[in-house]
């Protein structure tokens, strides 16, 4: 993987990445070589990632609810109307995300996207992007899209708005992500450019072929690599030495009375991907919150008997192998990962618009 430091490109766009939790998308545009100006999140814990990757004071505390257009426009110095930036909004999605959980914990961000709105109206940039969970665009009407992308066409825009799948465009994760791209520069609509060739799997980018040494659970990695995983039982232990290599699941241990977990007795074709393993020729499935636990979804390493260590999920996400994470503990850092738009991904958007405001030249 490219060093996120090493832009192909020099343009005079500039960015400003709304909910920018630890810098996915920041990286990705920087990749691309586009300025970032500042990430924005509630979430003051991601300061010391975003701030140690993408640049020292480029981090702003505030939640988007009580943030002003014109406070904003006043410390990043910004202009209405210009052609030149580029308003992000990844906003957290739990809300609409089809996962089944509980969503009383997540009906403020529900509206977050209309929030990322007011300042799209007030400084009408040349270009605007959303990321977010394909749910936004199922439920269109409700998550305030629907009016957001007819203002955006009445003002102007050519908007490109489609459910994209990650692996498409460089990442070795099958994960599928909606993306609007709007642009009122030019009368096209933008969007990224899949990849050529055979798509990224788990093998490209782990295993010790990648430098990534063999552990066990419960390792701990106090350097920067985090090469580190949580510990597991004994009984877990036993379950996942079970487990077929390359693909396996639970079903490895489904006929041991002793390992085989209460709650899936006679329910052999529920949650299959609980204690699953990595394919190694295939992509990752998506890379949550969670993929350090073997016991919330297909989370194991293809032959280890261990969950995915931190770097490993940061690189299925595409983050550059030297990416700083900084957090108060293993789950805060997995979170900042879990959550981040794929940064190879934002790329291929950056990409997308560079080439376009350049009539097609990079």
Not at 80 to 88: A, G, R, V, W
């Amino acid at each position: 993987m490219k060093d996120k430091k090493q832009s192909q490109y020099r343009t005079p766009l500039k960015a400003v990445d709304f909910f920018c939790g630890g810098g996915g998308m920041s990286c990705g545009m920087q990749m691309a070589g586009i300025d970032v100006l500042a990430g924005i999140d509630y979430e003051k814990a991601c300061k010391e990632t975003y701030e140690a990757n993408i640049g020292e004071n480029k981090f702003i505390h505030a939640d988007v609810f009580n943030l002003k257009a014109q406070e904003l426009e006043k410390q990043l110095n910004l202009q209405k109307n210009d052609d030149n930036l580029i308003l992000i909004g990844c906003s957290p999605c739990q809300f609409w995300s089809i996962i089944n959980t509980d969503k009383s914990k997540s009906t403020k961000s529900k509206s977050l996207l209309m929030e990322f709105e007011r300042f799209v109206k007030y400084f009408k940039p040349g270009y605007v992007v959303v990321e977010n969970v394909p749910g936004v665009l199922r439920k269109k009407k409700e998550s305030g899209l629907e009016k957001f992308i007819e203002w955006l066409e009445g003002k102007g825009y050519k908007v490109h708005f489609e459910v994209h799948n990650t692996n498409d465009y460089g990442v070795p994760q099958n994960r599928k992500r909606f993306t609007l791209v709007a642009n009122r520069i030019s009368g096209e609509k933008v969007f990224p450019k899949k990849g050529e060739g055979e798509k990224l799997v788990v093998r490209d980018v782990i295993g010790t072929h990648n430098k990534f040494a063999k552990i066990k659970a419960g390792t701990k990695d106090k350097t920067e690599f985090l090469h580190s995983v949580p510990n597991i039982s004994d009984i877990t232990l036993r379950r996942l030495k079970k487990v077929k290599k390359d693909g396996g699941n639970r079903m490895g241990f489904a006929n041991d009375p002793e390992l085989q977990l209460k709650c899936f007795i006679g329910r052999d074709s529920s949650f299959k991907d609980t204690f699953g393993r990595l394919w190694w020729d295939r992509p990752s499935p998506t890379i949550t919150t969670k993929f350090f636990s073997v016991s919330n979804g297909r989370f194991v390493h293809p032959e280890e008997n261990r969950a995915l260590s931190l770097r490993e999920g940061a690189v299925l996400q595409s983050f550059p192998i030297d990416y700083k994470f900084y957090g108060s503990s293993h789950s805060a850092i997995a979170r900042q990962i879990g959550n981040a738009v794929p940064p190879e991904y934002a790329k291929r958007i950056g990409q997308a618009i560079i080439r376009s405001h350049n009539n097609g030249k990079f």
